[in-house]
Nanobody
Framework: QVQLAESGGGSTHAGGSLRLSCAASASTYTRSWMAWFRQAPGKEREGVALIYFDGRQPTYADSVKGRFTISQDSANNTVYLAMNSLKSEDSAMYYC?????????????????????WGQGTQVTVSS
């Protein structure tokens, strides 16, 4: 059973920080690429960051490089997204996603079509 549960969203001012968490079921997390996506009203869903379940190959969208950090806790099947220096344009619903990959040698593209399982999302609002 696929289970992804996001938490940690909220409201902050520009320049602030938030940390999102995604708790996954063991079957969803193990040997999967885990990713964060976001979608603002009226816009397409866009990739933010991804990481293999064991911590390999963290990858970021250009728009968040140097500000966001993706990390994982394999013991608890959890992925995190630490967001610093937040901007108003970071406001969106943030989704956790997973893509099973037994080997994990090649990272998938940060595109929604590459990921098979999704959480319900957590809202992030950054006021300027």
């Amino acid at each position: 059973q696929v289970q992804l549960a996001e938490s940690g969203g909220g409201s902050t001012h520009a320049g602030g920080s938030l940390r999102l968490s995604c708790a996954a079921s063991a079957s969803t997390y193990t040997r999967s690429w885990m990713a964060w996506f976001r979608q603002a009203p009226g816009k397409e869903r866009e990739g933010v960051a991804l990481i293999y379940f064991d911590g390999r190959q963290p990858t970021y969208a250009d728009s968040v490089k140097g500000r966001f950090t993706i990390s994982q806790d394999s013991a608890n099947n959890t992925v995190y997204l630490a967001m610093n220096s937040l901007k108003s344009e970071d406001s969106a619903m943030y989704y956790c996603a997973a893509r099973r990959d037994v080997l994990g040698w090649i990272a998938p593209q940060l595109h929604p079509s590459e990921f098979h399982s999704w959480g319900q999302g957590t809202q992030v609002t950054v006021s300027s």
